[in-house]
């Protein structure tokens, strides 16, 4: 698996993204922070799009997106081809996000989570597979 993580976020996701980024780098990811380090207001859109464009350009396997609801940040991302961003609030959404939608992109509501949760939300989706088969067939047909 590709260690690198491509991670993004607008002034309401620093505190969660100072924690993941820390998470992560302690098992070992590289990550690649496209997000902003300050509480100053920000446009998410500034921060999706980049890390979309990782993705699609196969730069990582993975991208986390982090922002007050997640919405803006996920329905950015997703207008890029092959990018199957997920809005996940709780593990069970992050886990069957991967296992059925084959996502790539991880998007976590800061305002709404604890940063112990969006750490095991990232942990979980990183480690969960795509179980393909009967899914492959409904995520073939997402990219228009």
């Given at each position: 698996?590709n ?10 996701g ?10 992560l780098?302690?098992?070992d ?13 920000v ?20 991208g986390?997106l ?12 997703n ?28 998007g ?6 604890t ?9 979980t ?5 795509f179980e393909?088969g009967?899914?492959?067939?409904r ?6």
């Amino acid at each position: 698996m590709n260690k690198t993580i491509y991670i993004a976020n607008d002034h309401a996701g620093v505190e969660l993204k100072e924690a993941v980024v820390k998470h992560l780098e302690e098992n070992d990811y590289t990550v690649i922070n496209l997000g902003t380090n300050t509480l100053d207001s920000v446009d998410y859109p500034d921060f999706a799009h980049p890390l979309a464009k990782a993705i699609e350009e196969g730069k990582a396997q993975f991208g986390i997106l982090i922002c007050g609801s997640a919405n803006g940040v996920c329905i950015t991302a997703n207008k890029h081809q092959n990018v199957r961003a997920a809005l996940c609030w709780k593990n069970e959404i992050a886990s069957l996000a991967r296992q059925h939608n084959d996502a790539n992109v991880l998007g976590l509501p800061a305002r709404f989570i604890t940063i112990e949760e969006g750490i095991e939300m990232v942990h979980t989706f990183l480690n969960t597979e795509f179980e393909g088969g009967r899914h492959q067939g409904r995520v073939d047909k997402i990219s228009c």
